[in-house]
């Protein structure tokens, strides 16, 4: 029996994937927006940095915008909340439109009941973390002993109730981080927008946090819009993520559905790891799955109704992620023509033992693929392997501009 | 890059509505502020300029004549301007060779005492020209310096040994006093240098000496030329110091010329006029090189990120330079102060070192008896006071519109502000004189007058110090302010001034401080029933009592420590230039 060296997991239903790739929009989720922007345009520095982008985040639902520096995901942030004003554009909020060029409406940021919790903290140390935490709250008339208990209640959230009364420059990064949480949610805000609030962690804080902060989250059940240029933050906290490059929407969805049909060879590399090879289309089979050539190889990719577009040099892209190839070491070497659909007789050309996995570079008659593998089983450099692309993990994408 | 007109052909449907340009309009507070500022500022210059060019009534005011007959006539007084120059160029030459060694050693070797030493070498420059000029010239007169004296005491009558009123003595003097400026801008730089850059200098085999040549010394120039333009603006408009050491051996600077020419019967005003284009000339060109070279960094010496600097222990040469730092600081403070303090405590002025010819008479004089050194003092107090307290405030309003606001305009103003830099105290505090007396408003003779004039003066040094605290401070403080629902109002008074508050404070002394030691700003506006201490100061030293006035510098100096130990105390620092 061959060896399965690594398995993924029951892949999940492709039903959807038809839908995305007769070229149908994801149907909108069932419950009204309750945050909606429109056609937004906003500058930065002298430069347009957000290009007409739309977005709807329904009520408690968790949306991120997530892409490489200067991709406009904190301007669009900061128009939501008031601290930036866009050039044209509709943004509304739990109905009531806090900012439209065309009727000439901009509500101030302190009117807009939305709080944020920014990449510095913003902890202001000449208070006390009481003070801090309060701050809104006091702002809205609330005082004495219900001012106490609700800081308190907010401060518990975090694990942070002991600093009550310290003074905010007692405060290590992580627990300002914290403190900025608890401040954000301490007022009861329509929405929390977060401006990378992770990033100047460390890795094992930041990997921490990010656990706590979805467990807040989930508790809360608020509406929340979450700037970050990490994919692992984006993927395991959101709904739904919305990447972006150069100003405008590359892609948008569910962080799987991201994951498993990425549109655009900018967004196979971006989440998760890629292999992008460059085909020629050869044809299309009775099902509607497309057949190519790559290298010497002839493979039968996912379906496709229309072509993405190719590179300048007239190749078609095709990405498949590196969890996917499988790699099997056969008793004996079949020939080629006994070999099921997608699968080629290969070689380990490389091997790098990261730890929790194995990466194989692998020869096959395409040219090399990589492959995430477990540790458990060991291929040498140079051993004789069989591979094999699942056909609906070879997805044709969209060359970059 | 605007994209403007681009952009509205992208073609987003149909909208063609702006919230917002992409160019935003001028704030009405950036408005407001370059519409008060500008005439203010501009208003004495122009008063200037247009009388250099007045070659009609000298006493006509509006003139009734221009042309350029008196930029002409300053062909016959070349010597004041070269003398000017001489001056200026050496005294800067002297004070950035003693600045380069005496940082060095303070920064990058492991001399002992170093802390110490940094104090006491920061001294000179607050304390004020005066306290050098008035010790200098005790010391090393040609005719009665003490030095001379206990010279001829040794060899007999002769030449002297040292003469404080040459043009090198004047040039020496100038360079020990302004040094401690060159020592913070340079210093600042060598603190913040990446030391890799040495070490990998070391590693490839090069000894220190040879690193400090030719890596240190070669990225320190930026600096370095920085310190030499900013000495080089000050020395050309430096006044007391020509003035008190000049007048014995008739040596004329441009500026103690004006004020001849200012003194004179009838005054020449044109003359005096043309002279000072000459120099807000001269010392413009220098504050623009110093602008351009600048250009990527604010004028504020602002923080960044912090290395620790390598240091070098020099061994053998140590008690070299330990000695070097000591004689600096023995002839730029210990030695003027000492003498000072000698003169202060003489009956009469010839000095003597028996027991009967020391009195504490003088300060009782000075304190007490005599009424305008009295109300010079008082005087002097309440303008410290005053500029320190409108100075901050304004400077601090406008550091704050100009880094927190987003209307256009905002370079615009800050130049304006710092304009005032580019013209000497003395000439500025002539033009603005005349403005002055051109109002309708009666301020001309008393202390309003002197006290605007040292506001806008010092505009551009408060309002350095002030951008330097506001810089600092992350924007997101007050936006998370906002975010939670304070109205700018509440986040100026709840958030931005308790974070200002070190920064507020160490501005408030720094104007108070170079408002009670100034000279030149106030000599035309302040009158002998408002007087003020600098001015005061000088005509006591004209008028010949060395024991008094030596005592009224003393009194000067006290004030001036005083408030640099209660500051060093409340802000736990120094206070920076």
Not at chain 1, 124 to 129: A, K
Not at chain 1, 207 to 214: Q, V
Not at chain 2, 275 to 285: D, F, N, Q
Not at chain 2, 332 to 355: E, G, H, I, K, T
Request: net charge neutral; glycine share 8%; charged share 15%.
């Amino acid at each position: 029996m061959d060896a399965q060296i690594n398995t993924p997991g029951a892949p999940h239903s492709y039903a959807a994937d038809a839908a995305f790739a007769a070229g149908e929009q994801r149907p909108a989720a069932a419950p009204a927006p309750f945050i909606e922007v429109r056609g937004l345009v906003a500058a930065y520095e002298g430069k347009i940095a957000v290009h007409g982008v739309s977005l709807s985040v329904p009520a408690g639902a968790h949306l991120s915008l997530l892409g490489p520096s200067g991709c406009g995901k904190s301007t669009m942030l900061r128009s939501i909340a008031g601290l930036e004003t866009p050039l044209e554009g509709e943004i509304i909020v739990d109905g009531r439109t806090v900012f439209s060029s065309a009727r000439r409406i901009n509500v101030p940021a302190e009117k807009r009941r939305l709080s944020m919790v920014f990449q510095s903290y913003a902890i202001w140390p000449h208070m006390s973390v009481k003070e801090n935490v309060g701050y809104g709250l006091r702002l809205q008339g609330v005082r004495g002993q219900e001012l106490h208990s609700r800081v308190l209640a907010a401060l518990d959230m975090v694990g942070m109730a002991a600093y009550i009364d310290r003074p905010a420059t007692d405060l290590s990064g992580g627990q300002q981080q914290r403190v900025a949480l608890a401040r954000a949610y301490a007022f009861s805000p329509k929405a929390v927008l977060l401006d990378e609030p992770l990033s100047n962690l460390d890795a094992r804080l930041r990997a921490r946090m990010r656990t706590e902060l979805k467990d807040l989250q989930n508790r809360l059940g608020l509406t929340t819009i979450y700037v970050t240029h990490d994919q692992e933050e984006a993927m395991a906290m959101s709904d739904q993520i919305i990447i972006m490059r150069e100003g405008r929407i590359e892609q948008a969805g569910r962080p799987l559905d991201i994951y498993d049909t990425p549109r655009s060879r900018f967004v196979a590399d971006f989440v998760g790891a890629a292999n992008i090879l460059e085909a020629e289309v050869t044809g299309r089979d009775g099902s509607g799955h497309i057949l190519a050539q790559v290298g010497g190889a002839h493979m039968r990719c996912a379906p496709r109704e229309n072509l993405p577009k190719v590179t300048t040099g007239g190749r078609q892209l095709i990405a498949v992620r590196t969890v996917y190839p499988q790699i099997s070491t056969p008793a004996a070497t079949p020939g080629e023509s006994h070999l099921p659909e997608n699968t080629w007789p290969a070689r380990i050309e490389r091997r790098e033992i990261l730890g929790d996995v194995i990466v194989y570079t692998v020869g096959w008659p395409g040219g090399s693929i990589r492959a995430h593998a477990f540790p458990s089983h060991l291929l040498e450099e140079g051993r004789p392997v069989t591979l094999h692309i699942p056909p609906e993990r070879a997805i044709l994408v969209a060359a970059d501009e | 890059m605007e994209q403007d007109h681009g952009l509205l052909t992208l073609g987003v449907a149909g909208r063609t509505h702006r919230a917002a340009s992409l160019r935003p309009p001028m704030g009405a507070e950036i408005v407001i502020l370059l519409g008060a500022l500008s005439p203010i500022l501009g208003f004495p210059i122009f008063l200037i300029i247009a009388t250099a060019f007045n070659v009609g009534d000298p006493q006509a005011l509006p003139a009734t004549d221009y042309g350029i007959g008196n930029l002409i006539a300053l062909a016959d007084h070349l010597d004041w301007i070269a003398n000017t120059l001489l001056l200026a160029v050496g005294g800067t030459a002297i004070a950035i060779a003693i600045a380069i060694a005496a940082s060095w050693i303070l920064y990058r070797t492991t001399m002992p005492g170093r802390r110490v030493f940094e104090m006491l070498i920061a001294l000179p420059y607050p304390l004020g020209p005066l306290l050098g000029a008035l010790a200098w010239s005790e010391l090393a007169s040609p005719r009665s310096g003490l030095i001379n004296q206990a010279y001829w005491s040794l060899v007999g009558a002769g030449a002297p040994l040292v003469d404080a009123s040459s043009l090198g003595g004047i040039m020496f003097v100038m360079a020990i006093f302004e040094a401690p400026v060159a020592v913070f801008i340079i210093g600042a730089a060598m603190q913040r240098m990446d030391p890799s850059l040495e070490e990998c200098s070391s590693t490839l085999g090069a000894s220190s000496l040879g690193t400090a040549l030719r890596v240190t010394l070669p990225l320190m120039l930026p600096a370095i030329l920085s310190a030499a333009l900013f000495l080089l603006t000050s020395m050309m408009g430096a006044f007391a110091i020509p003035a008190i050491l000049g007048a014995e051996s008739r040596l004329y600077v441009v500026t103690t010329a004006i004020y001849i020419l200012f003194q004179g019967f009838p005054p020449n005003y044109p003359l005096a006029s043309a002279l000072g284009l000459v120099l807000i000339v001269a010392t413009a060109s220098a504050v623009w090189l110093h602008g351009r070279l600048l250009r990527n960094r604010s004028f504020v010496v602002v923080s960044g990120k912090s290395y620790r600097p390598r240091l070098i222990n020099m061994r053998g040469w140590t008690p070299v330079l330990f000695a070097f730092l000591v004689l600096y600081v023995a002839v730029a403070l210990v030695l003027p102060l000492c003498v000072l303090l000698f003169a202060a405590l003489q009956r009469s002025n010839d000095f003597s070192l028996a027991a009967d010819a020391f009195t504490l008479a003088n300060f009782r004089y000075v304190l007490w008896d005599y009424p305008t050194a009295r109300l010079a003092i008082g005087n002097s107090l309440l303008l410290g006071l005053g500029t320190g307290l409108i100075g901050t405030l304004l400077t601090a309003l406008l550091a704050w519109v100009i880094h927190r606001s987003r209307g256009r305009g905002r370079m615009l103003l800050e130049q304006v502000i710092m304009l005032p830099q580019s013209v000497p105290h003395l000439i500025f505090a002539f033009g603005f004189m005349w403005a002055v007396l051109v109002l309708p408003f009666k301020i001309y003779g008393t202390l309003w007058a002197v006290l605007l004039a040292y506001v806008v003066i010092f505009l551009p040094l408060g309002y350095r110090s002030m951008s330097g605290v506001v810089v600092q401070i992350d924007k997101a403080l007050e936006e998370a302010g906002r975010v939670f629902g304070a109205g700018r109002l509440r986040i100026l008074a709840g958030i931005t001034l308790p974070l200002l508050s070190t920064g507020l404070t160490a501005t408030f002394a720094l104007l108070f401080m170079v408002s009670v030691r100034e000279v030149s700003a106030s000599i035309f506006l302040s009158s002998a029933a408002n007087p003020v201490l600098g001015p005061a100061i000088l005509s006591f030293w004209d008028s010949g009592g060395l024991p008094q006035v030596s005592a009224l510098v003393i009194v000067q100096t006290v004030i001036l420590l005083t408030t640099l130990l209660v500051v060093r105390k409340a802000t736990g620092g120094g206070v920076g230039a």
